[in-house]
């Protein structure tokens, strides 16, 4: 924001207002970093790197709390207004988002571990083709955080639909799996979660976007 | 739904051309923005312009004053703010330099109109300076003032009544009762304030100009003249002049955001301090660079 808009006369208030935006972009980074390497932990099975993807949990959370000190002490003392109260309440709610975000693909990471057995072919290229709309909401996402951007917040905002369009071609395939293949139920049931999982993410980052337009531009978006 | 992008990929290529940031007026319109003109005011003020001598102090202002509104008006030192406020009810008068062109209307009636007597006009549009400025004479006298060179009472029992209703008013019965009989200059200041807002409330006036009341008062009398004040709305119509944000944002309904003798922006006071349409009116709230 401080970018786009002239500094404070109180220099430290744009200082808290920058250190506050700059958790929000690191907590989006570090929700499309756990994100791809839970994809990555999936495609290939690998237990060390999805148990790696829940511990590293923890560092989201704590992120998520810092914001939360951060914008309860900048409304206590700088009692914002305006564009800046705007950012800080958005903030708040971002935080939050960001962290489900990063909670779904620890879920992802949850669902691997869980796996009886290897996905087909055919069912992981649909969980992939998912995952590639999702990772790029994302990415756009944490990139509209950076830029502070309402364009790409809104393309965000507007993008979720391609999500939807994803997880019900990845659900067609599941349950044709799951009727053709009873003896990959167990496998498949799971993917049902990893699915469930990136959708819900998905939602959670389309908040972001709303929540980033409001702060821009005082409208509010809801889902 | 419906109107949703269906591709969100296309998202970094579209904001190639985004243009950042929120759109608020530009700094170099000077026009007013905002709603200036309410429904059945109580006060209209039409191009107003003030000068002292052949300074220009206030520019082209059109705005009105609500009924049972209380109307913050904001902005940095020396822009014009008090200036405006005085000629409500003609205090610039006073002032020999001071010279105000336009149209000022209290219920309809042109109040620079040659006919108008500034007396009643002053009881009419009652005032509360930043400094309180009791008489140097008693509680009970202070507030009995008014009220007898206005003729509004004739006999004790009647005054006795006004002067106690007006105390109970200002929030300042329970404090002062036993002792009327003393000097106003021997309370407390946000004591002395309040009997000043006594005194003001005493002539039953329409409207009560306030400038900077607060200024010299501790939180807690701050609270107390904020509280009367969202009282005093029920029967009046109040315009305050405060260099406090979080005061104008407390007791306004709506807020004037004036800036170098130009009134920038007014408009509801949550709108001003969520969403300001002008920069200038952004960049003062915030506490940004000018
Ligand atoms: N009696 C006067 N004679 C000449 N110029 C004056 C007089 N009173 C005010 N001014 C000038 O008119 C302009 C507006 O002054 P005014 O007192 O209305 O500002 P203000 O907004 O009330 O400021 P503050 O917040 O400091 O009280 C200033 O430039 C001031 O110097
Ligand atoms: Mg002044």
Known sequence: ?223 | MDERTPDASSATAKASAASKGAKRVPRDNRQTVGTARVPEPRMRCVDVNVYYGDKHAINNVTMDIGNNEVIAMIGPSGCGKSTFLRCLNRMNDTIDSCRVTGLIELDGRNIYDPKVDVVPLRAQVGMVFQKPNPFPKSIYENIAYGPRIHGLVNTKSEMDEIVETSLKRAGLWNEVKDRLDQPGTGLSGGQQQRLCIARTIAVSPEVILMDEPCSALDPIATSIIEDLIDELREQFAIAIVTHSMQQASRVSQRTAYFHLGDLIEIGPTEQIFTNPLHELTHDYITGRFG
């Open chain 1, 1 to 223: 924001m401080t970018a786009k808009e002239k500094p404070h006369i109180v220099r430290s208030f744009d200082e808290e207002l920058e250190s506050m935006n700059s958790l929000l972009v690191s907590m989006g980074q570090q929700g499309l970093q756990q994100l791809e390497k839970a994809m990555q932990a999936l495609r290939t099975r690998d237990a060390e790197l999805a148990h790696a993807i829940l511990r590293a949990d923890d560092l989201v959370d704590s992120m998520h709390a810092q914001v939360n000190t951060l914008t309860v002490g900048l409304l206590a003392t700088r009692q914002p207004v305006a564009t800046d109260l705007r950012h800080v309440v958005a903030a708040l709610k971002m935080a939050t988002d960001l962290e489900r975000v990063a909670d779904y693909a620890a879920s992802v990471a949850g669902s691997t571990l869980a796996l009886p057995g290897p996905p087909s072919e055919g069912v992981l290229a649909k969980i992939d083709a998912l995952a590639v709309v999702v990772q790029k909401l994302l990415q756009d996402a944490v990139q509209a955080l950076t830029e502070e951007s309402e364009e790409i917040a809104m393309a965000v905002w507007h993008g979720d639909d391609a999500v939807d369009d994803a997880y019900l071609v990845l659900m067609g395939a599941l349950h044709a799996e799951i009727a053709a293949h009873p003896e990959r139920l167990a496998v498949n049931s799971q993917l049902i979660f990893v699915a469930r999982s990136l959708e819900r993410l998905a939602d959670h980052v389309t908040n972001v976007a709303g929540h980033l337009i409001y702060s821009i531009t005082g409208k509010i978006y809801k889902g």
